[in-house]
């Protein structure tokens, strides 16, 4: 047997530090692996003496603050005990609730700012979090939240030099996975794992039925979780944001209705993505497969020409309501028609989201465990570094980075950038080489023949 170090059995020293409570926010959609990192971190301030206090429903309390209405304990926040958090790691949901409330909407320019109107929910999170007496922020939530974080950041800096500062630490959260600074968020691998099952039932249904299945999968800004769901899912196609490239793409002119001004915007040529899906349909028919299963990104609803949006609201973060457009509808019916008019044949297809069911799943260990190292994460950020303005990551084994705000979010914008699949990745061309294979050119010399046509 190998020699015994005592030294890798003993816990890590406690720091000293001046944080006397913190406290733990979780904002945005949930995600399996949430209670892991909301209750890891809350035990690693609590066995160093720190309390901890856990803010209920994102910020929707806390820009409700008042003098006349102070926050109130378990109705606003609860103090959280190491007996609240027995088997908690594992557990789905929640702990602490979650909202959108968006404390910085107000706030998309530096300049911003400096003007007392537009930092006031900013200011009462602020006055709400020092009422009960926080001196540290620990911030989970998606890309709207860390932009979130950083107004909160940056509204502090503006206050009097003796001013108290809350120095606030973000961890990243979103089945999405499309974080910049991090390879793969808590709850992603659990909601493909999910989802890719999902995927699996409707393609034995499509098959007995002779038929096909249009899925609509979350990932509003990039492609992440539909490529996933695809592959785990053995899906026949897969389309995102990021292919709309090419033949797939187009411009149209948008007038701003407030300036007048006239300004281009990359949409999606549909006719020539229809027929791509068409292609593949054809293409599996001859292989015998006269079924399949077909895996759209919902974000592909922001490339829509103009003429599909009118009417459909935002919201706070300025997202167009996608589930007002009903992608997997409108998507559903052009591919009936083009399938018919290339066949004189029906095909049934049937159209349906996917992504709901998965944000609540039971994690995955992977998911528990890399949830675990992020909350542990915040700890280590604030006190052993001494950190603030910075988004705890991991890579390789566990391995923890602390990514500073400035990398993440414009500081133009104050807009954070989102990280899209590269189209050249070994990732990408991963489900291209597991779809059937696919002759666009036979794509391209029908849209020649039937232009001549149409001469």
């Known amino acids: 047997?190998?020699?015994?170090?005592?030294?890798?059995?003993?816990?890590?020293?406690?720091?000293?530090?001046?944080?006397?409570?913190?406290?733990?926010?979780?904002?945005?959609?949930?995600?399996?692996?949430?209670?892991?990192?909301?209750?890891?971190?809350?035990?690693?301030?609590l066995r160093?003496?720190?309390?901890?206090?856990?803010?209920?429903?994102?910020?929707?309390?806390?820009?409700?603050?008042?003098?006349?209405?102070?926050?109130?304990?378990?109705?606003?926040?609860?103090?959280?005990?190491?007996?609240?958090?027995g088997r908690t790691r594992n557990s789905q949901g929640i702990l602490l609730g979650t909202a959108r409330t968006n404390p910085g909407k107000n706030v998309s320019h530096p300049t911003h700012l400096d003007d007392a109107e537009r930092v006031k929910p900013l200011k009462t999170v602020y006055e709400a979090l020092r009422s009960i007496g926080v001196d540290a922020l620990i911030s989970i939530g998606g890309d709207d939240t860390l932009k979130t974080a950083n107004k909160f950041k940056l509204y502090q800096e503006k206050l009097p030099a003796d001013a108290p500062r809350i120095p606030v630490v973000h961890l990243p959260k979103t089945i999405d996975n499309d974080y910049s600074g991090i390879d793969f968020t808590f709850g992603f691998f659990t909601a493909v794992d999910f989802l890719g099952n999902e995927v699996r039932n409707l393609i034995a249904d499509a098959e007995a039925n002779r038929a096909y299945f249009l899925v609509e999968a979350m990932g509003r800004s990039a492609g992440w979780l539909a490529y996933g769901v695809a592959i785990a899912g053995e899906a026949s196609l897969v389309i995102s944001v990021e292919d709309i490239e090419g033949n797939y793409a187009d411009t149209e002119e948008?007038?701003?209705?407030?300036?007048?001004?006239?300004?281009?915007?990359?949409?999606?040529?549909?006719?020539?993505?229809?027929?791509?899906i068409v292609l593949t349909m054809l293409t599996r028919e001859r292989e015998g497969k006269e079924y399949g299963v077909i895996v759209i990104a919902e974000g592909l609803a922001e490339l829509l020409p103009e003429s599909h949006?009118?009417?459909?609201?935002?919201?706070?973060?300025?997202?167009?309501?996608?589930?007002?457009?009903?992608?997997?509808?409108?998507?559903k019916?052009?591919?009936?028609?083009?399938?018919?008019?290339?066949?004189?044949?029906?095909?049934?297809?049937?159209g349906l989201q996917?992504?709901?069911?998965?944000?609540?799943?039971?994690?995955?260990?992977?998911?528990?465990?890399?949830g675990c190292q992020l909350g542990v994460g915040a700890y280590r950020a604030l006190v052993e570094n001494g950190l603030n303005?910075?988004?705890?990551s991991v890579s390789g084994q566990l391995q923890l980075h602390y990514v500073p705000f400035e990398k993440l979010v414009d500081p133009s914008t104050l807009v954070t950038v989102v990280?899209?699949?590269?189209?050249?990745?070994?990732f990408h061309k991963l489900t291209r080489f597991l779809e059937v294979y696919v002759n666009e050119e036979e794509l391209t010399r029908r849209q020649i023949a039937a232009g001549s046509r149409g001469k």
């Open 389 to 392: 303005g910075v988004m705890v």
């Open 333 to 350: 019916d052009l591919i009936g028609a083009e399938y018919k008019a290339q066949t004189g044949n029906s095909r049934k297809i049937t």
């Open 254 to 276: 948008v007038k701003n209705p407030k300036t007048g001004q006239v300004s281009k915007r990359k949409i999606m040529n549909i006719e020539n993505v229809v027929k791509r």
């Open 1 to 45: 047997m190998p020699e015994t170090n005592a030294s890798t059995m003993s816990r890590p020293p406690k720091m000293r530090h001046n944080f006397r409570r913190v406290a733990i926010l979780f904002a945005g959609g949930p995600a399996p692996g949430a209670n892991a990192v909301i209750s890891t971190a809350a035990t690693a301030f």
């Open 354 to 370: 996917l992504g709901y069911e998965a944000r609540c799943a039971k994690p995955l260990a992977f998911d528990v465990m890399l």
């Open 48 to 85: 160093n003496e720190i309390e901890v206090v856990g803010v209920l429903h994102g910020y929707s309390h806390l820009v409700e603050y008042s003098p006349d209405r102070p926050l109130v304990e378990g109705q606003d926040y609860v103090k959280i005990n190491h007996r609240m958090l």
């Open 419 to 426: 990280r899209h699949i590269d189209t050249n990745s070994d």
């Open 309 to 331: 949006l009118k009417g459909i609201g935002r919201d706070e973060h300025g997202h167009i309501n996608i589930s007002a457009i009903q992608l997997y509808s409108v998507f």
